[in-house]
């Protein structure tokens, strides 16, 4: 049968057609990869203040180093996704403090050295890992050559010419998620002395948070600076009475309801004075608070734990009250 030769021009162009659309799309293979991670980082954006409100710690602990280690092969894909970005930063940084120190506490708190020192090696991975993602974020949003790393070995006066950059709100998550796990890796690592080197690289960098949006994460910056100034030797930065000022605008600011404020302060600047009734009324607090906010339920479900933790270790962490002065001996009477 002869095929009309109308018939075969359409078939030569349609092969021809579908040949190039094969070659576009294997041109183009990386751009949907691209594409597919990006709107699952958007997926997991929007959903993440859902593993907030989880009320088993045990089973959430569980669950965040699958979610953080499949968040970083989406970002193998999609390297500058600022979704991506933030919810690294800010997952590594949370499950260091709520999860990994809290273990370090335990272990402390009986004499366990080599438990200590298993959980301080785990939580300043995850803490510089956090730092690792907080630079890519710094730089996604202000892109400098060789990155913030770079920037900070020019010293602190281009590190905060650098911060000017950041000009609005919504640059606060990068600055304050990142100058979180900053300061909290050199918490863990007061042996290190180029550690505390760092120190007012992060100074500068919450201070800059601060300007720009000083109510961020219901007061979340405040409640840093005074665990920095409770907990800083006086020749690094410390003030004591400083700290108090940045709790309780901390506290004003969170309406007393982030719960983790309230331990930080006890822990701090209680212990710093030796303000034992002031330890125990925040403490106490804590533990008398019903689930006062839903959306930051197992941050305070932490709080809460640590409350109950902390109380019971009160007698090691202050100094006995001086007995009573015995009364001067009467004078006998002479007749």
């Keep these: 049968m002869r095929i009309p030769s109308s018939v075969r021009r359409g078939a030569t162009l349609a092969a021809k057609a579908a040949l190039a659309a094969g070659f576009a799309l294997a041109l183009a293979g990386c751009d949907f990869r691209r594409l597919t991670a990006d709107s699952t980082a958007d997926l997991f954006h929007a959903g993440s203040p859902q593993v907030n409100s989880l009320e088993d710690l045990d089973f959430a602990e569980a669950g965040v180093p699958a979610s953080l280690i499949t968040l970083e092969g989406v970002w193998r894909v999609a390297p500058d996704n600022q979704d991506l970005l933030i919810e690294l930063v800010q997952g590594y940084a949370s499950y260091g403090y709520a999860f990994l120190e809290d273990h370090l506490d335990v272990a402390h708190a009986a004499d366990n050295e080599e438990r200590e020192d298993y959980w301080r090696r785990r939580a300043r991975i995850a803490y510089r890992r956090g730092m690792l993602f907080g630079n890519l974020y710094l730089d996604a949003r202000q892109h400098v050559q060789g990155g913030p790393d770079a920037v900070v070995h020019r010293g602190l006066d281009a590190w905060r010419a650098y911060l000017q950059r950041f000009r609005t709100p919504a640059d606060v998550p990068a600055l304050f998620w990142t100058a979180n796990a900053w300061a909290s890796w050199i918490g863990l690592s007061v042996d290190d002395s180029n550690a505390l080197l760092d120190l007012p690289f992060v100074v500068a960098m919450a201070e ?39 709790f ?6 969170s309406h007393r309801q982030m719960l983790t404020f309230q331990v930080m302060y006890a822990r701090t600047y209680a212990v710093q004075v030796q303000d034992r009734a002031l330890y125990t009324r925040l403490l106490q607090e804590v533990l008398d608070a019903g689930d006062v906010l839903p959306e930051e339920r197992l941050a305070n479900l932490v709080a809460k734990r640590r409350a109950q933790r902390y109380l019971a270790e009160a007698d090691t962490l202050f100094a006995p009250p001086d007995p009573p002065a015995e009364p001067a001996p009467t004078p006998e009477a002479h007749p």
């Excluded at 961020?216 to 000022?245: K, M, N, W």
């Excluded at 309780?248 to 600011?253: I, K, N, Q, R």
């Design 248 to 253: 309780e605008a901390a506290l004003a600011t």
């Design 208 to 246: 800059r948070a601060r300007q720009l949006d000083p109510h961020f994460y219901r007061g979340s910056i405040d409640a840093l600076f005074g665990v920095y100034h409770a907990s800083t030797p006086t020749a690094f930065g410390g003030q004591p009475e400083t700290a108090r000022a940045d």
